[in-house]
């Protein structure tokens, strides 16, 4: 990168340079210079001969050229000629490199962005950066691997955090000669980190410009350098600013807490599930018992081991229910009951560790009516530490959405089974967004490129290999990897019905298998040749199985077959005992760590073990609710449930026109009503949590938030949007029924109805958490309000004493009491065919009695309150 001093002439170099350039920037040169050196412990050396240097120099610093540099910045001055400019961003973390403004300062505003293009699709790092002028059109350029000579080429540059870029800015402005910092420390934290390069373009006698190599070669400090003390340099001619930009969308990213580099062990890992209900014919047999069920265990896993290092990514590959989820879910922690020891940098698992986990499932758990964007700022402002601002809980979302390269779909929504949304490819981008927010230190992806054609499963694997070259450890289960996607993998694990078959480097895997005595017969792709040979096939055997064939017959071929395949399982099975077991116990006695890591790794568990959210109650409960509001009002709106609304009140308007001097009809009308935003309700809120589920594990797992916020949250988003539609309903019905035509009474009824609703939506809450299975669910939801109708005493009088207690917890009897006392009053009349009769003495009204306001209203704030906390506890005890 720095110009190399030549053996011997270190001195002489550094004083040259000071001369050459005068004064402060004589010592910036020869800081420069001496960087070069700095390996070699030179750099002091060399700063002290600048500086001396400089000093006596610094008399004779052109107060001239100061000022014709100066106005060489004045508006219209810089950016109008040529210069190259170079900057150096070292040790810079890989989130924070884009986004920054390189800003000419002094004349009109000439500020560029420096950011990636499609770097996270996994683009060659040294190419696809942008610099943009802001008010200029924006112009490309290509990152040469200027620190060659440091022995570093562009992919390396990205593991070790370093980036160069060397673009030409193509104005026409006169070189200019220094340039500085400006006070970087209100900038970033980081400002010891950066370094910046400015450098006036060099030609040759035939004009043209040198190149980085010419300029090498030719052993001149060909710029100026600026090492990271901004205050230094206050003795500019023109100003060259790093600052944030201006515009939020393009700023920075903040600044999060280093990925800690994860070692994850794993060793003897069995996972049994027990299959309660699964006959066996043997077992039937044996037992004498022909209908006998026989309550069994399956083992899934079979003892699995292996290690993955921080910057390696471990592929694993079998053939469909090999087991490659289950192992999964557990090294994330998702499943505790396994044998087994799991350790994270030689220390045992803690629950805690979850939290740098990422894991992204199979099937994506996405709420669909949320774009992008939405989902991806949610997601930042629930699992971002406290200590990020919300700006810059901001920032994160739109670098990740940009690192992905889901910019063209940022605002779509993200979609589902029944709604159109984002492709499956757009869909799993925003699901290892999601994970990909907190910077987590392990990320386990189930499947990340199934569904995806076969360039955007590569872009997919290079967006993991970019992560792992972070410093992250990576491992992914895959389907049908191309040889490519193949040989990105640092490892590989073959599983076959539970059993490991290979653990080692995916290079190696072929080779192993030669040893062995599996071969593929001609040129194919080893991930296919693996894969056949997981499930028992090969071609090896083969032209064995083909001799006999045709001696056989049929049935007894096929079971030949089955017998063969089983054959070559065993055998791969005995061969990964015999050679690779003893070959991972050697690796992991070989990679013994670091004691700082050790060191690092307890005081980390000292403080992840303290459970702590990375939010406040109120702040989840907020953002919760916002995204509630956002999710469920595509629900509760939807086309259909207003048409239905609307349908309904108007049919009843029609059936119970004007039915002001009908009394018993009114009646009817109230109890059709009380009984119609019982049912409701009810049954839209029973799918609330069930639905929710999957999306409560996922977030509850990974610590996002408090049981309580949650459900504070999607009940109180719940309440108003369940009441409009009621609302709309009774003012419908209420006037073309013939109520009484008062305001207070109006009120008085529709309050009754919405208490109904949301006792009704509370029942469904409890019943749908409760069984979390909609099936059960609604079933346990039909049967419940029709006990409740049935013993309000609606259809029978004589109830049973026994169930008499019933009507007293019915919601339907208090919410229809409440509704006729908003109509009518206790000595209330009406004429009949015997003239007068009372309202009380109606047969529908006698059932539940007029007056007892407070009491049924009470009832209702308790059973509004008692569902709830139903729903609520039933939550809390739901695995996660
Ligand atoms: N809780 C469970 N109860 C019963 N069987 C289970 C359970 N979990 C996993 N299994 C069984 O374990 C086997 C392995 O399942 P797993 O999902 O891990 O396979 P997989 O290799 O990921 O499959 P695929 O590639 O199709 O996703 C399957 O046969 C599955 O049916």
């Known amino acids: 990168m720095f110009p190399m001093a030549p053996a011997g002439n270190f001195e002489g170099d550094v004083k040259r340079v000071v001369s050459e350039l005068g004064g402060h920037h004589g010592r910036v040169a020869a800081a420069a210079v001496a960087a070069a050196d700095v390996e070699g412990g030179r750099f002091h050396e060399a700063n002290a001969i600048a500086n001396s240097s400089a000093n006596a120099n610094a008399a004779r ?24 400019a170079r900057l150096n961003i070292i040790d810079l973390d890989e989130d924070l490199r884009r986004n920054w403004k390189v800003a000419v300062e002094g004349g009109p505003r000439k500020s560029f962005a420096v950011d990636v293009e ?16 802001e008010d200029g059109p924006r112009r490309s350029f290509a990152v040469e691997p200027v620190t060659e000579s440091m022995g570093a080429g562009g992919m390396d540059l990205l593991a070790r955090k370093s980036i160069s870029l060397e673009g030409i800015w193509q104005g026409e402005a006169e070189p200019r000669r220094s340039f500085s910092y400006e006070d970087a420390a209100a900038l970033t934290p980081r400002r010891s980190s950066w370094s910046l390069d400015v450098a006036p373009p060099r030609k040759s006698a035939d004009g043209k410009r040198h190149s980085e ?39 920075s990213t903040p600044k999060l807490s280093a990925t800690l580099p994860v070692s994850l062990k794993f060793e003897n890992i069995e996972y049994r599930v027990s299959n309660e209900f699964e006959s066996s014919w043997k077992d039937v047999k044996s037992w004498g018992q022909k209908f006998r069920r026989a309550r069994r265990e399956r083992v899934i896993l079979h003892g699995i081991s292996g290690r993955v290092h921080p910057g390696e990514m471990l592929g694993m590959l079998g053939p469909s229910g090999s087991g490659k989820t289950s192992l999964l879910q557990i090294l994330a922690g998702r499943c505790s009951k396994y044998e087994g020891t799991i350790t994270h940098n030689d220390v045992p698992f803690v629950k805690a560790m979850t939290r740098r986990t990422g894991l992204v499932t199979q099937d994506d758990i996405l709420y669909a009516h949320l774009t992008v964007r939405e989902t991806l700022v949610c997601a930042a402002l629930l699992r971002l530490p406290r200590e990020l601002s919300r700006k810059e809980k901001l920032r994160r979302a739109q670098d990740v959405i940009t690192e992905l390269g889901l910019e063209r779909c940022h605002n779509t929504m993200v979609g589902g089974s029944y709604v159109r949304g984002v492709s499956g ?94 071969h593929p017969t001609f040129a194919t792709n080893p991930a296919d040749f693996l894969l056949d040979l997981a499930n028992g096939v090969t071609h090896n055997l083969d032209d064995l199985h083909r001799e006999v064939s045709s001696a056989v017959p049929r049935r007894r071929r096929a079971k030949d077959q089955a017998e063969e395949r089983n054959c070559v399982k065993k055998i791969l099975k005995e061969a990964y005992i015999a050679h690779i077991v003893q070959e991972s116990k050697t690796e992991s006695m070989s990679r013994e760590l670091k004691p700082k890591t050790f060191q690092e790794m307890e005081s980390y568990h000292d403080t992840v073990s303290k459970r702590e959210w990375s939010t406040s109650w109120p702040q989840q409960f907020a953002i919760l609710s916002r995204r509630a509001l956002k999710e469920r009002r595509h629900d509760s709106f939807s086309a259909p449930r207003i048409l239905e609304t609307l349908l309904v009140a108007v049919i009843s308007g029609l059936i119970w026109w004007d039915s002001s001097d009908k009394i018993e009809d009114q009646v009817g009308l109230l109890f059709f009503s009380s009984t119609i935003w019982g049912f409701f309700p009810l049954f839209n809120s029973i799918f609330t949590f069930p639905q929710e589920r999957d999306m409560l594990r996922k977030e509850r797992s990974s610590g996002m938030y408090r049981l309580s916020a949650y ?8 309440v108003p949007m369940e009441l409009v539609l009621p609302f709309i309903y009774m003012v419908i019905v209420y006037w073309m029924g013939g109520l009484k035509a008062n305001a207070v009474a109006f009120l008085a009824t529709c309050a009754a109805v919405m208490s109904n609703v949301l006792v009704a939506q509370g029942l469904g809450l409890a019943i749908g958490a409760v ?5 059960h669910a609604s ?58 009769c009372r309202v009380a003495d109606i047969d529908a009204v006698s059932t539940v009695g007029l007056g007892g306001n407070l009491v049924s209203a009470l009832a209702m704030l308790g059973l509004f309150v008692g569902f709830r906390l139903i729903a609520y506890i039933a939550l809390r005890r739901t695995k996660i």
């Open 213 to 251: 190599g010419d300029r090498r070669k030719s052993k001149s400090p060909s710029f100026l350098a600026f090492p990271c003390e901004p205050r230094d340099m206050s003795m500019e001619l023109a100003k060259l600013t790093i600052m944030p930009p201006l515009n939020e969308s393009v700023e």
């Open 779 to 836: 079933t346990s939801a039909s049967v419940m309000m029709l006990t409740f109708l049935l013993a309000g005493g609606f259809y029978a009088k004589d109830i049973a004493p026994a169930l008499r207690w019933l009507k007293y917890v019915s919601f339907s009897y208090h919410g229809f009491k409440l509704e006729l006392n908003s109509q009518f009053g206790a000595d209330d009349e009406y004429p009949c065919s015997t003239g007068q």
């Open 425 to 518: 490819g757009e869909r799993k981008r925003v699901s290892i967004g999601c994970e990909m927010l907190t910077d987590p230190s392990l990320l386990l992806l189930d499947e990340p490129t199934s569904g995806l054609d076969s360039t955007a499963a590569l872009s997919m694997v290079r967006t993991m290999r970019n992560l792992a070259q972070s410093g992250k450890t990576i491992i992914s289960t895959i389907h049908q990897p191309s040889s490519v996607i193949f040989h990105m993998f640092d490892k590989v694990l073959l599983l076959s019905e539970g059993q490991p078959m290979f653990y080692g480097k995916g290079s190696a895997a072929l080779d192993y298998f030669e040893s062995i005595g599996f």
């Open 711 to 718: 459900f504070l949250a999607q009940s109180t988003v719940d």
């Open 118 to 133: 499609a770097a996270g699709a996994g683009a060659d790092p040294r190419k696809n950066w942008a610099l943009a002028v």
């Open 61 to 84: 610093v052109s107060d001239e050229e100061t000022a014709r540099a100066r106005a060489g910045a004045s508006p219209g001055g810089v950016g109008e000629k040529a210069f190259t």
């Open 771 to 775: 069984c979390m299975n909609i099936k």
